[in-house]
């Protein structure tokens, strides 16, 4: 007995050092997210407008994923569905309204698997973050320039430009973290957001250039659903000064004025995203010189996608692929091969359970989204999704997007208009720029049919009950989930 008892610290002190080296293996998370970047604004993903050669870094140094789709393309919705794995009707956040920050979030389960947590910059959930030991963040949008933030507490204000701000905080967190800790730091940037307010160092880069159009800039919508025609974020129509940093030259009209806004659009909105590339490449140098690198798993995203003059559009909102479709770089020296791609659709509930399963954590069951460790590995499961469902709720709202839900599968999408009860089908094999709506072509019956019990089928799944069909949570109090309605 008295043998066992001197035994006893022994045998404590080799878990603790069991434990404390695999806490050791633990990569680290460096998860930055811009604001409304679009993956065609990206030279790794061929972009024609633009190079980023601090985010093509992270593509050759790690696998780039080609089919990473937003659930729900809005702002906060988005953050909702990231920190949550849950869609926006189960983590209540359909719309603009307040995050219950009581509910289990990723940064909740790392943090009490020993990871120290943090976020700065934009938040945009309503509710302050729980889940983090630290965090600083923008209230609502936030400015440019010389940003307020709130703290802990209170609010403090800083000097200088939005992008440099978040960066430089994410790098005194990593400075000054614990040393025997693993970190999950989520590093939110404002930028590339409306209405695009770049620094004078990355204006005058271009300033001076002449921005290829994109091909479907005059879209007509002709065959479409009404959507198209009566929303409001038209770059010829619903550009304002604000947008254009002033009035258009005198006596400029029609396609004209559609040339010189555009421009103008593009030229601020590529300028804030080259502001954002070179921080990205300040955090990736502090991650190489600190020895942080080799056991530190990077993704750069967006909170969605991002129409840059695609339809005639800017903004997102839409279901159609500029809009949806999110950036995805991500590197993880040891797992992710350097330089590849995976084209196995993705979506941004699965970002949370990535997270959990690259800190060696089990995925709740109550997580609607899927890995993509396998992903980045360069496998495929076997049965991994061929389909996923979107919903957007927004109606009437911003932009008078009108509220629609549908499915997209590796070859064909459906959308329904449901307030306007108007569809739209598209083959995005034959037509990847959607301008063909197939819906009343009699020969697409049977794929119309498999389509819609396809949609169904997704809806009854994931417990989409039409819960904010017609009524949102309040903004000013907290939303909780509401209970799902038992499928009739």
């Given at each position: 007995?008295?043998?066992?008892?001197?035994?006893?610290?022994?045998l404590?002190?080799?878990?603790?050092a069991?434990?404390?080296?695999?806490?050791?293996k633990?990569?680290?998370?460096?998860?930055?997210?811009?604001?409304d970047?679009?993956?065609?604004?990206?030279?790794?993903?061929?972009?024609?407008?633009?190079?980023?050669?601090?985010?093509?870094?992270?593509?050759?140094?790690g696998?780039?994923l080609?089919?990473?789709?937003?659930v729900?393309?809005?702002?906060?919705?988005?953050r909702?569905?990231?920190l949550?794995?849950?869609?926006?009707?189960?983590?209540g956040?359909?719309?603009?309204?307040?995050?219950?920050?009581?509910?289990?979030?990723?940064?909740?389960?790392?943090?009490?698997?020993?990871?120290?947590?943090?976020?700065?910059?934009?938040?945009?959930?309503?509710?302050e973050?729980?889940g983090?030991?630290?965090?600083?963040i923008?209230?609502?949008?936030?400015?440019y320039?010389?940003?307020?933030l709130?703290?802990?507490?209170?609010?403090?204000?800083?000097?200088?430009?939005?992008?440099?701000?978040?960066?430089?905080?994410?790098?005194?967190?990593?400075?000054?973290r614990?040393?025997?800790?693993?970190?999950?730091?989520?590093?939110?940037?404002k930028?590339?957001?409306?209405?695009?307010?770049?620094?004078?160092?990355?204006?005058?880069?271009?300033?001076?250039?002449?921005?290829?159009e994109?091909?479907?800039?005059?879209?007509?919508?002709?065959?479409?659903?009404?959507?198209?025609?009566?929303?409001?974020?038209?770059?010829?129509?619903?550009?304002?000064?604000?947008?254009t940093?002033g009035?258009?030259?005198?006596g400029?009209?029609?396609?004209?004025?559609?040339?010189?806004k555009?421009?103008?659009y593009?030229?601020?909105?590529?300028?804030?995203?080259?502001?954002?590339?070179?921080?990205?490449?300040?955090?990736?140098?502090?991650?190489?010189?600190?020895?942080?690198?080799g056991?530190?798993?990077?993704?750069y995203?967006?909170?969605?996608?991002?129409f840059?003059?695609?339809?005639g559009?800017?903004?997102?909102?839409?279901?159609?692929?500029?809009?949806?479709?999110?950036p995805?770089?991500?590197?993880?020296?040891?797992?992710?091969?350097?330089?590849?791609?995976?084209?196995?659709?993705?979506?941004?509930?699965?970002?949370?359970?990535?997270?959990?399963e690259?800190?060696?954590?089990p995925?709740?069951?109550d997580?609607?989204?899927r890995?993509?460790?396998?992903?980045?590995?360069?496998?495929r499961?076997?049965?991994?999704?061929t389909?996923?469902?979107?919903?957007?709720?927004?109606?009437?709202g911003d932009?008078?997007?009108?509220?629609h839900?549908?499915?997209?599968t590796?070859?064909?999408?459906?959308?329904?208009?449901?307030?306007?009860d108007?569809?739209?089908?598209?083959?995005?094999?034959k037509?990847?720029?959607?301008?063909?709506?197939l819906?009343?072509?009699?020969?697409?019956?049977?794929?119309?049919?498999?389509?819609?019990t396809?949609?169904?089928?997704?809806k009854?799944?994931?417990?989409?009950?039409?819960?904010?069909?017609?009524?949102?949570?309040?903004s000013?109090?907290?939303?909780?989930?509401?209970?799902?309605?038992?499928?009739?």
């Amino acid at each position: 007995m008295k043998s066992m008892l001197l035994a006893l610290p022994v045998l404590l002190l080799m878990q603790c050092a069991v434990l404390h080296a695999a806490d050791s293996k633990r990569p680290n998370i460096l998860y930055i997210m811009s604001d409304d970047h679009a993956a065609h604004a990206i030279s790794a993903y061929g972009s024609r407008i633009n190079q980023t050669p601090n985010l093509d870094r992270l593509a050759k140094d790690g696998v780039r994923l080609d089919r990473v789709f937003a659930v729900n393309s809005i702002c906060t919705p988005s953050r909702a569905c990231i920190l949550t794995g849950k869609y926006s009707h189960i983590n209540g956040v359909p719309v603009f309204n307040r995050f219950d920050g009581s509910q289990p979030t990723v940064a909740k389960y790392l943090q009490a698997a020993g990871y120290h947590t943090g976020i700065f910059g934009k938040w945009h959930l309503g509710s302050e973050p729980t889940g983090f030991d630290r965090w600083m963040i923008l209230p609502g949008q936030g400015n440019y320039f010389n940003p307020r933030l709130l703290v802990p507490g209170g609010t403090t204000n800083v000097t200088g430009y939005v992008t440099d701000i978040i960066t430089d905080l994410s790098l005194d967190f990593l400075k000054n973290r614990p040393q025997d800790k693993p970190f999950f730091l989520m590093c939110h940037h404002k930028a590339p957001h409306r209405n695009w307010q770049p620094d004078e160092k990355h204006k005058a880069l271009f300033a001076d250039k002449v921005i290829p159009e994109p091909a479907t800039l005059r879209d007509d919508y002709a065959g479409r659903a009404d959507a198209l025609r009566e929303c409001t974020q038209k770059v010829l129509e619903n550009l304002n000064t604000s947008d254009t940093k002033g009035p258009p030259p005198t006596g400029l009209a029609g396609d004209a004025l559609l040339k010189w806004k555009y421009q103008r659009y593009m030229q601020d909105y590529l300028a804030c995203v080259q502001s954002v590339d070179d921080n990205v490449g300040r955090l990736l140098d502090y991650l190489d010189r600190s020895g942080l690198a080799g056991n530190t798993l990077v993704i750069y995203t967006s909170d969605q996608g991002f129409f840059l003059g695609d339809h005639g559009l800017y903004d997102k909102r839409f279901m159609y692929e500029e809009s949806i479709r999110m950036p995805f770089l991500a590197r993880w020296p040891g797992m992710a091969k350097p330089g590849s791609t995976q084209s196995a659709m993705a979506i941004n509930v699965d970002f949370a359970p990535t997270f959990l399963e690259a800190a060696g954590l089990p995925i709740p069951a109550d997580m609607q989204g899927r890995s993509l460790v396998p992903l980045l590995k360069g496998e495929r499961p076997a049965d991994w999704r061929t389909s996923w469902y979107y919903r957007y709720y927004h109606d009437p709202g911003d932009h008078n997007t009108r509220a629609h839900y549908g499915v997209r599968t590796e070859t064909h999408k459906l959308i329904y208009f449901w307030k306007k009860d108007q569809w739209e089908l598209y083959d995005l094999v034959k037509d990847p720029e959607e301008l063909h709506n197939l819906y009343a072509d009699p020969a697409q019956a049977d794929t119309v049919a498999r389509l819609k019990t396809e949609l169904y089928r997704l809806k009854k799944e994931l417990k989409d009950d039409d819960q904010f069909a017609n009524k949102h949570p309040s903004s000013q109090k907290t939303a909780t989930a509401p209970k799902p309605k038992k499928p009739k």
